[in-house]
């Protein structure tokens, strides 16, 4: 007994097999549910693999019947009168997958707009001068773009000694759920807030 190795695409699937399996049950037997309606006696032409390299068994009349001769000469072969006599690379096209099975591998994509509960954003405040007087805090709300709920007075208390030691940049977080703000050092780990 030969143990050969079967590769199986679009599943990356990599496993031994007997050379005396076809290549319909050798595949089935992995998990993989290559269709086979008439139980793999060449009548319902299901299970069409491509061959993308190794050896396989002689070309059978039902095969010639399934396929052009083009096909036939791009690897496609009925897995059901398939041996393998060789090491195999495999494709398994959807067509040839029970429903199920064709829509795990086919998946369903769509384009999901994230709404992150809580954002997080670089700023950068110019330092107070004679020209503007006005509060660290309304300078700094006045420049982030959007409307702001009030702080906790925790954040709102610290905003200027921290402004300073940051030298006046820093990253900000929001909550939109909460409506809280919280600031950091720009480069540092945010670790969490604190607020009412
Ligand atoms: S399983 Fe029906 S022809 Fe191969």
Redesign the pocket.
């Given at each position: 007994m030969t143990i050969l190795q079967l590769k199986i695409e679009p599943f990356g699937l990599t496993v031994d097999i007997n050379e005396w399996l076809s290549l319909?049950t050798a595949v089935q037997e992995t998990g993989v549910s290559l269709?086979?309606?008439?139980?793999?006696?060449?009548?319902?032409?299901?299970?069409k693999v491509r061959c993308v390299s190794g050896e396989l068994s002689e070309i059978q009349p039902?095969e010639r019947e399934?396929f052009t001769e083009a096909e036939l000469v791009e690897g496609w072969r009925?897995?059901?009168?398939v041996y393998a006599r060789s090491d195999l690379h495999i494709e398994i096209p959807m067509e040839s997958l029970a429903t199920s099975q064709r829509l795990q591998v086919k998946g369903d994509q769509r384009e999901v707009q994230l709404e992150p509960a809580v954002h997080a954003e670089d700023f950068e405040l110019k330092p107070p001068d004679r020209n503007d007087l006005r509060a660290d805090w309304l300078r700094f709300t006045a420049g982030i773009g959007y409307e702001m709920t009030a702080p906790s007075p925790a954040v709102v208390d610290q905003f200027s000694s921290k402004m300073r030691d940051f030298d006046w940049s820093g990253r900000g977080c929001r909550a939109r759920t909460y409506r809280r703000w919280g600031f950091w050092k720009g480069g540092s780990i945010f670790m969490g807030w604190r607020g009412t």
């Open positions: 319909l269709a086979a309606v008439c139980g793999g006696v060449g009548v319902c032409q299901d299970g039902v399934a009925l897995a059901c009168q």
